[in-house]
């Protein structure tokens, strides 16, 4: 089966400009998560769909991210304006066997920098 | 809620000799727990995972891990390293909040040496 699809896989902004990051997800799984992972760290959650609903955005900094799933199928995740510190790997990672909610698949992450 | 820490940032082997990565959790009650490894330029992979079924636990590539409550540890080994293990492997515990999003340790590089 096809993995989790993200792109771009590389994108260099300067501070205060937009960027948008998709994410297509293993078809059928119907939980979708974004993770940040600063260089040297592990993946920190920022937001998790089920379907197109949100279940967790505790730690989406929203005044400047937004993220989205229509159709519940693919998502955006967008940063606008975009700080030094956003500088990161963004992974989307997807879910969804039966009695294995943990079991998570990860795209090969889009690595932003900020200049 | 159950967190998990990694004991050590870098970790160097030779090719060939044994593998030991330490990973310590912190939980009121029987966790489940995984390990997931990282190469370079590529996404995050599911190593193993404990679901309380059985305290060994075989993965992929060779590895296993041993969960021991006495000891609160969740150790990831493998008896013979190779090249190509060379990574960032994360110990990985469920996080406290609502949905099924994991809560990753700092991670351990491993470095494997001819």
């Known amino acids: 089966e096809a993995g989790v699809a993200q792109s771009p896989r590389y994108k260099i902004i300067e501070k205060r400009q937009s960027v948008a990051f998709w994410c297509n997800p293993i078809?059928?799984?119907?939980?979708l998560y974004w993770y940040q992972q600063i260089l040297g760290q592990g993946p920190k959650l920022l937001i998790q769909f089920q379907n197109n609903g949100v279940v967790d955005d505790s730690q989406l900094p929203k005044d400047r991210f937004s993220a989205e799933r229509l159709k519940g199928v693919d998502s955006t995740l967008k940063i606008q304006p975009a700080k030094l510190e956003d500088s990161a790997v963004y992974l989307c990672?997807?879910?969804?066997?039966?009695?294995?909610?943990?079991?998570?698949?990860f795209g090969p992450g889009t690595r932003l920098t900020v200049t | 809620a159950q967190s998990v820490t990694q004991l050590d940032s870098h970790v160097s082997v030779s090719e060939g000799t044994p593998v030991l990565l330490r990973c310590n959790y912190s939980s009121s009650y029987s966790p489940s727990l995984f390990w997931y490894v990282q190469h370079p330029n590529k996404g995050l992979q599911l190593l193993l995972k404990?679901?309380?079924?059985?305290?060994l636990v075989k993965g992929i590539n060779g590895f296993e891990a041993e969960f021991k409550k006495s000891e609160t540890s969740f150790h990831l080994t493998k008896p013979s390293a190779h090249m190509s293990d060379a990574a960032e492997y994360f110990c990985?515990?469920?996080?406290?909040?609502?949905?099924?999003?994991?809560?990753f340790g700092k991670g351990t590089s491993l470095l494997v040496t001819p």
């Open positions: 990985v515990a469920p996080s406290a909040g609502s949905g099924y999003a994991l809560n």
């Open positions: 078809s059928g799984h119907a939980t």
């Open positions: 404990y679901t309380s079924a059985a305290t």
């Open positions: 990672a997807s879910s969804g066997r039966q009695g294995a909610p943990y079991e998570q698949y």
